[in-house]
């Protein structure tokens, strides 16, 4: 039978390359998955890797980047979602209920924030915000329906490494689930589980991207049960991520451990340099000695992401802190971090803290956070010179 020419091109027999085998993932797209009989679409269940169901719950792509994942966090099972901020919202949704609490660290990444004030909150799921840097006290603050501690080493924008091990050990003890937002540590620098964590989340937006041009988080696990909670919340909601994302992150793992090193060491270069100005009262950088929570972060790290802030004098007025935000050319004005480009962003501490936070010693005078991105050392340390001069002076 002669078939048209639209049926043709759909029916092609398109057949691979004989013989075409190269290391690199290729990149799979699908919605429908096409099963041979109908005795095979039922056989086939959306939980088992071996089988591929439909395009919402994996290719082969996205699987062979889950796996790559919990290698480097070093769980057992993971799941993406299609950003950072999705994955947050996933392990909140798959752990918690109505009239269940979440603890949140004062320092927690604002977004989260956000989310256990807007939708856990019309949902009926309580939060506290705890003083992360209070290891001894926290115990105290677990109650009766505390269900999720969550996690940030170090904090977001004020950069203190809390003791991790303790806060974890605490929460175990009382048989509550922790989750650790890992996107500063990112499997390299800090591995949640050896501190016993129950689930690592991470914006890999940040550095498995490495590109600031993809968005994507994933949620990982070591405990079978666990996951299973969790992959059955996001299936459920429908949290899958493209193929070709997928495979963007995939070709940038490959160079993720030399761009977290190269990252680290000229993050730790400017931020020493920075400390030295006079303009400076304070940085914030727990690789560095008198930076909150230093201690903590010997204890629990092998390395650092190249991210840090620093406490400009009180002395300046905000109209001068951002006029040397403003003359800086290297540093682009912008949120997120670990690309290619060194970013800049000054906050205002006092609309982002729980008021016994803010008047902690450490964070007098004005706040500017700093990524540091691939270019040279000494071209952005120019940079943060001509600026400084220009602007405090
Ligand atoms: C960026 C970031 C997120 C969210 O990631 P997105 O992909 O931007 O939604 C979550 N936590 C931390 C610490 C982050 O830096």
Redesign the pocket.
């Given at each position: 039978m002669a078939r048209d020419l639209s049926t043709e091109l759909i029916h092609h027999a398109y057949k691979p390359p004989a013989g075409f085998a190269a290391p690199q993932e290729p990149v799979h797209k699908a919605s429908t998955v096409v099963f041979p009989n109908v005795a095979a679409l039922r056989a086939r269940d959306w939980r088992n890797k071996n089988g591929y169901t439909y395009g919402l719950h994996g290719t082969p792509t996205t699987f062979t980047l889950e796996e790559r994942i919990a290698t480097l966090e070093g769980g057992t099972e993971c799941v993406l979602a299609p950003?950072?901020?999705?994955a947050?919202a996933l392990v909140g949704q798959a752990l918690l209920s109505a009239g269940d609490e979440v603890l949140l660290p004062d320092n927690v990444?604002g977004?989260?924030l956000q989310l256990a004030r807007g939708e856990f909150a019309r949902w009926r799921i309580t939060h506290r915000l705890y003083d992360p840097m209070d290891a001894a006290g926290f115990a105290a603050l677990l109650g009766p329906n505390t269900k999720l501690v969550w996690l940030?080493a170090p904090g977001?924008v004020t950069m203190e490494f809390p003791d991790l091990a303790a806060l974890a050990a605490a929460a175990k003890a009382r048989g509550v689930a922790t989750a650790l937002?890992n996107?500063?540590g990112a499997g390299i620098a800090l591995r949640g589980f050896e501190h016993g964590i129950d689930i690592a989340m991470q914006?890999l937006?940040?550095f498995p991207s490495g590109g600031g041009d993809v968005?994507?988080?994933s949620v990982v696990t070591r405990d079978a049960a666990l996951h299973e909670r969790i992959k059955l919340t996001h299936m459920r909601l429908g949290l899958g991520v493209a193929g070709n994302d997928a495979e963007l992150v995939l070709r940038s793992l490959a160079t993720m451990p030399l761009r977290y090193a190269a990252q680290d060491a000229a993050g730790r270069a400017l931020a020493t340099w920075l400390g030295q100005r006079p303009e400076v009262a304070q940085v914030l950088h727990p690789a560095l000695p008198g930076s909150p929570g230093h201690e903590h972060w010997q204890r629990h790290c092998t390395a650092a992401a190249g991210l840090f802030s620093v406490m400009l004098h009180e002395r300046y007025s905000t109209q001068q802190v951002e006029a040397f935000v403003d003359a800086l050319q290297l540093f682009r004005i912008g949120y997120?971090?670990a690309g290619p480009v060194s970013l800049v962003v000054p906050y205002e501490l006092t609309a982002m803290r729980s008021a016994s936070a803010a008047h902690q010693p450490h964070l007098h005078g004005h706040l500017v956070r700093f990524s540091i991105g691939l270019e040279s050392v000494a071209d952005l340390q120019a940079d943060l010179a001509q600026a400084l001069e220009r602007a405090l002076r």
């Open positions: 950003s950072g901020l999705a947050v990444y977004p989260s940030e977001s937002d996107t500063w914006a937006t940040k968005l994507m988080g997120s971090w």
